[in-house]
């Protein structure tokens, strides 16, 4: 059974870093593209990071782009968002996703098949 399960997720002030952990049980891990997503209070998700299987291809949404860095371990079956610089408005809850048949990354979150429950990260001023 596939399992996606984010940690990492805390209180944290204006300009401090967090690192969220993504751990996903897919026996084709090294072939999955995996991305981040958010949802802040009263909003719809949108997409913030995406990587692709073999870790050579990123993307990222402009908001985080340059304060925000995702990476993966696919020995551990391990991805990461490294977010720095966090702002206010970053508060939300950050789900992690796997899409299982791209040749690459992807914003859609059509796309992608296994979710994890999120975990909540706030940023206060």
């Known amino acids: 059974q596939v399992q996606v399960v984010e940690s990492g997720g805390g209180l944290v002030q204006a300009r401090g870093s967090l690192r969220l952990s993504c751990a996903a049980s897919?026996?084709?891990?090294?072939?999955?593209?995996m991305g981040w997503f958010r949802r802040a209070p009263g909003k719809e998700r949108e997409f913030v990071a995406a990587?692709?299987?073999?870790?050579?291809?990123?993307y990222y949404s402009p908001i985080v782009k340059g304060r925000f860095t995702i990476s993966r371990d696919n020995t551990k079956k391990m991805v990461y968002l490294q977010m720095n610089s966090l702002k206010p408005e970053d508060t939300a809850d950050y789900y992690c996703?796997?899409?299982?048949?791209?040749?690459?990354?992807?914003?859609?979150?059509?796309?992608?098949?296994?979710w994890g429950q999120g975990t909540q990260v706030t940023v206060s001023s």
């Open positions: 996703a796997a899409e299982l048949d791209g040749s690459s990354w992807t914003t859609d979150e059509t796309e992608y098949d296994y």
């Open positions: 990587i692709s299987w073999s870790g050579d291809s990123t």
């Open positions: 897919i026996r084709t891990f090294s072939t999955t593209n």
